[in-house]
């Protein structure tokens, strides 16, 4: 996920029924590509046309197009994270007036979400440190007990 002094430092790329995101740092852009309908592409034996491929960029450089009701009040691009530290005090402080003025206090990750984020990386260290296939990590991760969320299958190499 990290490779300083690359072209992109950071790059997460997600395929499914839909199409595909794109998602580079420092670029700070998503793409997103449609997959052709049936009609765009009908010979699914050879690439489909130019013309059926449809991309659309969304620039992230601009906080207030990503987060349009507070975006203004964060600095742009503070720090090594692009900012997120400020983005999740953000919500935190929000959390906390609404705890304040309303009663009620939702914040945003639960400590069940830490919980099960320390257990993938104390896997994927191990997984790491053992020099072992991806597949050992979802093997891991479905002896852990009782797992909270179904992620194994994103971590099963086929």
Not at 3 to 28: C, D, F, K, M, W
Not at 90 to 97: F, P, V
């Amino acid at each position: 996920m990290f490779a300083e002094g690359s072209r992109h430092q950071e790059e997460i790329v997600v395929t499914g029924l839909s199409g595909r995101l794109e998602a580079y740092l420092p670029e700070n852009k998503v793409y997103f590509y449609q997959r052709p309908n049936e009609e765009e592409w009908s010979d699914r034996s050879v690439p489909p046309p130019r013309s059926a491929i449809k991309e659309t960029i969304f620039d992230c450089s601009d906080l207030s197009h990503v987060y349009p009701s507070f975006g203004k009040d964060i600095p742009s691009h503070s720090g090594y994270h692009y900012c997120s530290t400020s983005i999740e005090w953000k919500h935190l402080i929000d959390q906390i007036r609404a705890k304040r003025d309303l009663g009620t206090f939702t914040p945003q990750v639960s400590l069940e979400d830490g919980i099960r984020a320390v257990e993938m990386g104390i896997h994927a260290m191990k997984n790491i440190s053992n020099n072992k296939e991806n597949s050992s990590l979802a093997s891991n991760l479905e002896q852990s007990e009782q797992s909270i969320y179904p992620i194994e299958a994103c971590c099963v190499a086929e």
